[in-house]
C-alpha cells in the first residue's frame, strides 16, 4: 500500500563542504529509492552546485510543503531561502552556513512533529559554523533532543554495517569518564540500542557491554567499575528482558565483534569505540541519533573542508545511512498505522 511507504527528508549538509556533492552522488543510485518517498530540501542554487561539482543532473519534481511528498513514487526537490551563494565559501566555516542548517534542520523536525516525515538523513555538518550561527548547544544531537523534547536518556551510535556501537560518554576530557560509568547509563544505552536495532531490522540484537579498566579489572585488582557497576548493569539488563552480555575486555572485543558474535557494542567512552570501529573500516560508517522520536542518521565522516568542490568525495557512508534512515523510517511508518488501525 503506498501509503505504508515512509518519508525520508534529505538535507545538503554545510554548504562549504562536501555534502551537496555527496547527495547529488546519493541521487544518482535510482534503486535506492524504491519503496519511499524521499524528499530533498535545500536551497536551489547549492543543490545545482552540488550536481556540477558532481557532475550529475537531476531532474526533480518539485513540491511546497512536506505533505506533498506522498503524491510522487519518486524523489521530490523542496526549495528552501535559507542563504546566499555570496554568502559561503568552500572550506570555510561561516555564521550563514550555520544558520542555514539549523534552518533546514528545524523545519524538517517541524515536519517530524506534525507526522509528515519518517525519517531524517543529513549530509555532514560543520559543528563551528553551526555555533556561529546560532547553535546553543554542544552538538546537533542535544539540539534535536531539546526541540524534539525528548527527556530520556539519548546518545548517539556509530554503526558499520551490521555491527553498531553506543557509548555512555562522549566529548568529556577522558580524566572524567570514570564519572559516566554508572548502571543507569549503562542499562539505558543498552536498552536504548537494542531497540534501535530492532527498528533497523534485527530481530534480536547481541550486545555486549566493554569493560572500563585493562583485562576488564584483574578480578578488582585494576579497577572495581566491573565488578561494583559493569556486571550489575549487565544483570539489571537481563532482568528486564534484554539479554545483554558482558563486561568483555575491550582490546579483544572488537575482535569478536568484527567475526560477527556480536550486534552492537556498549564501550565506556569515547575513543574505546571509535578508534576501533573506524579502523575496521571509516569510510562506510554512519551514525545515528538514538534516543529521538524519529530516525536520525548522517555519515560518520565530516565536511572534508581539504576535497570540497573537487568532486572526489565517496558516497559510500551517505549511501548506508540514508539505508538505515529508510528501514527505519519504514518500520515505525509501520508501527504508526499499526497503532492508529488498532
Known amino acids: 500500500m503506498k501509503d505504508s511507504q515512509p518519508v525520508v527528508a534529505v538535507i545538503l549538509g554545510d554548504p562549504a563542504g562536501i555534502g551537496p556533492e555527496l547527495v547529488a552522488k546519493l541521487f544518482n543510485e535510482a534503486q535506492l529509492f524504491e519503496g519511499v518517498h524521499t524528499v530533498l530540501l535545500g536551497d536551489r542554487w547549492l543543490w545545482q552546485e552540488g550536481q556540477r561539482v558532481a557532475g550529475i543532473h537531476h531532474q526533480l519534481p518539485e513540491i511546497s510543503e512536506f505533505s506533498q511528498a506522498?503524491?510522487?513514487?519518486?524523489?521530490?526537490?523542496?526549495?528552501?531561502?535559507?542563504?546566499?551563494?555570496?554568502?559561503?565559501?568552500?572550506?570555510?566555516?561561516?555564521?550563514?552556513?550555520?544558520?542555514?542548517?539549523?534552518?533546514?534542520?528545524?523545519?524538517?523536525?517541524?515536519?517530524?512533529?506534525?507526522?509528515?516525515?519518517?525519517?531524517?538523513?543529513?549530509?555532514?555538518?560543520?559543528?563551528?559554523?553551526?555555533?556561529?550561527?546560532?547553535?546553543?548547544?554542544?552538538?546537533?544531537?542535544?539540539?534535536?533532543?531539546?526541540?524534539?523534547?525528548?527527556?530520556?536518556?539519548?546518545?548517539?551510535?556509530?554503526?558499520?554495517?551490521?555491527?553498531?556501537?553506543?557509548?555512555?560518554?562522549?566529548?568529556?576530557?577522558?580524566?572524567?569518564?570514570?564519572?559516566?560509568?554508572?548502571?543507569?547509563?549503562?542499562?539505558?544505552?543498552?536498552?536504548?540500542?537494542?531497540?534501535?536495532?530492532?527498528?533497523?531490522?534485527?530481530?534480536?540484537?547481541?550486545?555486549?557491554?566493554?569493560?572500563?579498566?585493562?583485562?576488564?579489572?584483574?578480578?578488582?585488582?585494576?579497577?572495581?567499575?566491573?565488578?561494583?557497576?559493569?556486571?550489575?548493569?549487565?544483570?539489571?539488563?537481563?532482568?528486564?528482558?534484554?539479554?545483554?552480555?558482558?563486561?568483555?575486555?575491550?582490546?579483544?572485543?572488537f575482535i569478536k565483534a568484527r567475526d560477527g558474535e556480536f550486534d552492537a557494542v556498549i564501550t565506556m567512552y569515547h575513543d574505546q569505540g571509535q578508534i576501533a570501529i573506524k579502523l575496521l573500516g571509516f569510510m562506510g560508517g554512519v551514525t545515528v541519533q538514538g534516543g529521538l522520536p524519529i530516525p536520525i542518521t548522517t555519515p560518520a565522516h565530516g565536511t572534508a573542508f581539504d576535497i570540497a568542490g573537487q568532486g572526489k568525495a565517496d558516497v559510500s557512508s551517505t549511501q548506508n545511512a540514508f539505508l538505515i534512515a529508510c528501514q527505519m523510517g519504514k518500520n515505525l511508518r509501520k508501527k504508526r498505522l499499526h497503532a492508529r488501525n488498532s
Not at 82 to 94: I, L
Open 70 to 253: 506522498r503524491q510522487y513514487a519518486g524523489p521530490v526537490f523542496l526549495p528552501t531561502n535559507t542563504v546566499t551563494e555570496g554568502d559561503v565559501n568552500y572550506a570555510q566555516e561561516t555564521a550563514a552556513g550555520g544558520a542555514s542548517v539549523l534552518a533546514l534542520l528545524t523545519q524538517c523536525m517541524d515536519a517530524a512533529l506534525a507526522n509528515e516525515i519518517d525519517a531524517i538523513c543529513f549530509a555532514p555538518l560543520n559543528k563551528l559554523s553551526m555555533k556561529k550561527g546560532g547553535l546553543k548547544y554542544e552538538d546537533e544531537l542535544h539540539f534535536f533532543a531539546n526541540y524534539l523534547g525528548v527527556k530520556e536518556y539519548f546518545c548517539e551510535f556509530n554503526t558499520l554495517g551490521s555491527l553498531w556501537t553506543a557509548r555512555i560518554s562522549s566529548h568529556i576530557p577522558l580524566k572524567d569518564a570514570a564519572g559516566y560509568v554508572t548502571e543507569e547509563r549503562i542499562v539505558a544505552a543498552s536498552r536504548l540500542i537494542y531497540d534501535a536495532l530492532q527498528l533497523a531490522g534485527t530481530p534480536e540484537p547481541r550486545v555486549v557491554v566493554a569493560a572500563f579498566n585493562p583485562h576488564a579489572g584483574e578480578g578488582g585488582t585494576c579497577g572495581r567499575e566491573e565488578i561494583d557497576v559493569i556486571i550489575p548493569a549487565v544483570e539489571a539488563c537481563r532482568a528486564q528482558g534484554y539479554p545483554v552480555t558482558g563486561p568483555l575486555p575491550a582490546d579483544t572485543l
